[in-house]
């Protein structure tokens, strides 16, 4: 069973930084497309950033000069560096990977419980 557990959220001061974590765990043959997406209350949850085994990186553009996403695959971690953060940033994360637990087993996409960035003065 494949597992992803977030850490780094809570309350920081617009202008401020916040560094997420997503490490999964369990059987995992291959992770492939890690990222971030968020939710905020009343609306739609949206990509924010994605990085590929290759290292090809995505951004959405409201995040673009302030976010950084980066991994360490010898961890089956992915980290969200949030600069210059904005109360429009306030939502729910979620990490997201798409992993083969074994070559036998088609990819799957998984999810972590999300965690909570609140971006207020």
């Known amino acids: 069973q494949v597992q992803l557990v977030e850490s780094g959220g809570g309350l920081v001061q617009p202008g401020g930084s916040l560094r997420l974590s997503c490490a999964a765990s369990?059987?995992?043959?291959?992770?492939?497309?890690m990222g971030w997406y968020r939710q905020a209350p009343g609306k739609q949850r949206e990509l924010v950033a994605q990085?590929?085994?290759?290292?090809?990186?995505y951004y959405q553009d409201s995040v673009k000069g302030r976010f950084a996403i980066s991994r360490d695959n010898a961890k089956n971690t992915v980290y969200l560096q949030m600069n210059s953060v904005k109360p429009e940033d306030t939502a729910v994360y979620y990490c997201?990977?798409?992993?083969?637990?074994?070559?036998?087993?088609?990819?799957?996409?998984?999810w972590g419980q999300g965690t909570q960035v609140t971006v207020s003065s």
């Open positions: 990085i590929d085994s290759g290292g090809t990186i």
């Open positions: 997201n990977a798409e992993i083969r637990a074994s070559l036998v087993q088609p990819n799957r996409d998984y």
């Open positions: 369990g059987i995992i043959r291959i992770i492939y497309n």
